[in-house]
Nanobody
């Protein structure tokens, strides 16, 4: 069983930065793929970035350049740095963990709200 808790969201002006954190409980963190997703009002949830258990990073095309994912296995935490924030980045950001190295995300956090004002 893995529980995920996101933090670091908030209200920020356009052009600012935020670092979101996803902290996991459970012993399987280091062998799990961790992904960040976001859901804007009235839109479907979309994939943003992922950190694989092997240490690789994956990004959706729209996230390349402004989003940086990193992980600290000793702290069971994955971070999502977002720079040059835009109003269209406003969304609830959630993290998810796979079971082992599978490609499917099984465990989900509650999410953290990011609001970018223009």
């Amino acid at each position: 069983q893995v529980q995920l808790v996101e933090s670091g969201g908030g209200l920020v002006q356009a052009g600012g930065s935020l670092r979101l954190s996803c902290t996991a409980s459970g012993r399987a963190f280091s062998t799990s793929n961790i992904g960040w997703f976001r859901q804007a009002p009235g839109k479907e949830r979309e994939f943003v970035a992922a950190s694989t258990w092997a240490g690789d990073s994956r990004y959706t095309d729209s996230a390349k350049g402004r989003f940086t994912i990193s992980r600290d296995n000793a702290k069971s935490t994955v971070y999502l740095q977002i720079d040059s924030l835009k109003p269209e980045d406003t969304a609830v950001y959630s993290c998810a963990a796979s079971k082992g190295g599978s490609i499917a995300y099984y465990y989900w956090g509650q999410g953290t709200q990011v609001t970018v004002s223009s």
